[in-house]
């Protein structure tokens, strides 16, 4: 049987997202990676191997 493992989501405001999936699923900021047109955000916690991949645009 498949299951995720991965999902990216496009977010406007990067720290209202993490507050967010924080609160909902206690989700953890794993991995930031800031690129000059975009940042990357990777949440997971320890009970699960989903990974969730924000992505803030900048323009």
């Given at each position: 049987?498949?299951?995720?493992?991965?999902?990216?989501?496009?977010v406007?405001?990067?720290?209202?997202?993490i507050?967010?999936?924080?609160?909902?699923?206690?989700?953890?900021?794993?991995?930031?990676?800031?690129?000059?047109?975009?940042?990357?955000?990777?949440?997971r916690?320890?009970?699960?191997?989903f990974?969730?991949?924000?992505?803030?645009?900048?323009d």
């Open positions: 049987m498949a299951k995720a493992i991965h999902s990216m989501l496009r406007l405001d990067e720290e209202r997202s507050d967010f999936y924080d609160r909902a699923f206690g989700l953890q900021v794993a991995e930031r990676m800031d690129f000059p047109e975009f940042t990357l955000v990777y949440l916690n320890s009970e699960a191997d990974e969730l991949e924000l992505t803030i645009n900048k």
